[in-house]
């Protein structure tokens, strides 16, 4: 997807909190912003890929500083209290079993910032309140279709802390016989799911984990392994998790591919991009 001219304060917004989350040298972020001012006082146009643009910015954070994953802990707070509500949230599918229920709840996922909650935030109605919303977009009869027509489909994680809420839609996708693969990040960028967070959240138990082969924001075809090609090639049924997937796969050719992107609208260039409202929860067929 290309930028809007609101991608431009978040690439700093994110380039500030990946500076701040990886030292403490302020001379040393006053250069690596200079760095990052001029680089997109070069490359911010019309044309200019987001996905790509925003893993060479934080490409940038990680080699001067020398932090090669700054959400480090970041990223095991939110898998940790996402774990914690796990029960809760099972409950709360027990009384409501549709595939629908559990779609939500993955999407409830990609809403809730784990790493900003903590154990006194009102989480349970913050998800109540959310499975009560309709989605905004929802092709839940083609994605069922889907499900029941393939024997194997291609799962595109994204954060930690929701990836313990994939795991519930992923059983229920293994009630209907499909073999799961799913992909993770290969290095560490953002709070994004690498391997090691992965397994720490159980995903193991529902498919083989691959990765992608790089550590970019979001999917960038042009930065995946050749192994992961032929992963992606093989299969024609992904589900995408998340913006950032959805950002990077609006870029590729997708027209032998039943896939389904599941996510939050959570920015005005997202939103707009897809003809919804900000903060619509979707489930649709690309």
Request: charged content about 30%.
């Amino acid at each position: 997807m290309k930028i809007s001219y609101e991608c431009g304060p978040c690439f700093l917004r994110q380039a500030r909190e990946a500076l701040d989350l990886s030292c403490d040298d302020d001379l040393l972020k006053i250069e690596i912003m200079n760095d990052i001012f001029d680089f997109l006082s070069d490359n911010f146009t019309r044309n200019t890929n987001s996905n790509k643009t925003g893993s060479i910015i934080h490409g940038m954070i990680k080699s001067k500083t020398g932090c090669e994953d700054p959400y480090y802990n970041e990223k095991i707070k939110g898998n940790e209290i996402a774990l914690s509500y796990l029960d809760d949230v099972k409950k709360i599918l027990k009384e409501n079993d549709t595939l629908e229920s559990y779609v939500k709840i993955a999407i409830i996922g990609n809403i809730l910032d784990f790493g900003a909650f903590t154990l006194d935030d009102d989480i349970d109605a913050i998800i109540n309140e959310s499975l009560k919303k309709d989605l905004a977009v929802k092709d839940i009869e083609e994605f069922e279709n889907s499900l029941k027509k393939h024997d194997k489909v291609l799962y595109l994680v994204d954060n930690t802390g929701e990836i313990v809420f994939d795991k519930l839609l992923m059983g229920k996708i293994k009630e209907y016989g499909v073999d799961i693969t799913i992909a993770v990040k290969s290095e560490p960028i953002l709070n994004d799911a690498c391997m090691k967070e992965a397994i720490e959240a159980g995903l193991d138990e529902f498919g083989q984990i691959v990765e992608i082969g790089a550590g970019t924001v979001g999917y960038v075809d042009s930065e995946i392994s050749d192994e992961f090609r032929e992963i992606f090639n093989s299969h024609e049924f992904i589900i995408s998790k998340g913006m950032g997937n959805y950002e990077g796969l609006t870029e590729t050719d997708l027209s032998n591919k039943d896939i389904y992107f599941l996510l939050c609208a959570k920015c005005n260039t997202i939103a707009r991009d897809i003809g919804v409202n900000l903060k619509d929860m979707l489930l649709f067929k690309k």
